[in-house]
């Protein structure tokens, strides 16, 4: 079964510009949340779509924004870029076992923003 | 709000030596706790996971047990290997969310010497 796949893998874009993260998670979960790591505040939560609806937000600006289509694939935007927003975007979905969510990470998108 | 706490690295031991990676939590309730290995270049792996007190998770070697009265979830290894040097993150899926929002601890890296 193939894993979680994310593109592109390396992203290089100017402050101010926007940009939009892709995410195809394993054949079957559907759901998918997105992650945010950078060297000085660690793996962060942004946020979680079930079912093409937004479950779970974390702590982030307006600016990041999300979606899921109708076959579980997600998406993630980026608008007006800041320097800080440079990071290894993860994605990762989830399938429920019976007590707890497993989820199931991808390679991630390394953003880097001049 | 939950919160992992985990030991800073970088840890450096030489092949075959004992590891321990210290983890502990604050959470509302039981949550499911993990332990995620991140090697270079890659994303998260889920390495093992406990989802009740007493609870051990084992994998590859790796074992770390489930301490409610502690709060704690300490990652142990008997003889380290090269191949083992990664990053290590702890991290909780709390009740208080949908079940799908992990909380990360800040990852410790394990650099193995031959």
């Known amino acids: 079964k193939a894993g979680v796949t994310q593109t592109p893998r390396y992203l290089i874009k100017t402050r101010g510009q926007q940009v939009t993260l892709s995410c195809s998670p394993i054949?079957?979960?559907?759901?998918v949340s997105w992650y945010q790591q950078t060297p000085g505040q660690g793996l962060q939560f942004l946020f979680e779509?079930?079912?093409?609806?937004?479950?779970n937000k974390g702590n982030f600006p307006g600016r990041f924004s999300g979606r899921q289509f109708s076959n579980s694939r997600s998406e993630m935007n980026v608008s007006t870029l800041e320097l800080g927003d440079s990071a290894l975007y993860l994605c990762?979905?989830?399938?429920?076992?019976?007590?707890?969510?497993?989820?199931?990470f991808g390679p991630g998108t390394r953003l880097t923003v001049t | 709000g939950d919160s992992v706490t985990q030991m800073e690295g970088p840890v450096t031991l030489s092949e075959e030596a004992f590891l321990t990676i210290n983890c502990t939590y604050t959470?509302?309730?039981?949550?499911?706790l993990f332990w995620y290995v991140q090697y270079p270049g890659e994303g998260l792996q889920l390495l093992l996971k406990?989802?009740?007190?007493?609870d051990k998770g084992s994998n590859k070697g790796f074992e770390a047990t489930y301490r409610k009265e502690t709060t704690s979830f300490h990652l142990e290894k008997g003889s380290v290997q090269v191949s083992d040097s990664a990053v290590y993150f702890c991290?909780?899926?709390?009740?208080?969310?949908?079940?799908?929002?992990?909380?990360f601890g800040g990852g410790t890296r394990l650099m193995v010497k031959p």
């Open positions: 990762a979905s989830s399938l429920k076992t019976d007590s707890f969510y497993e989820q199931y």
């Open positions: 054949s079957g979960h559907r759901s």
């Open positions: 779509y079930f079912s093409e609806t937004q479950r």
């Open positions: 959470a509302t309730g039981y949550p499911s």
């Open positions: 406990a989802t009740k007190a007493d």
């Open positions: 991290a909780l899926s709390g009740l208080n969310n949908a079940g799908n929002m992990l909380t």
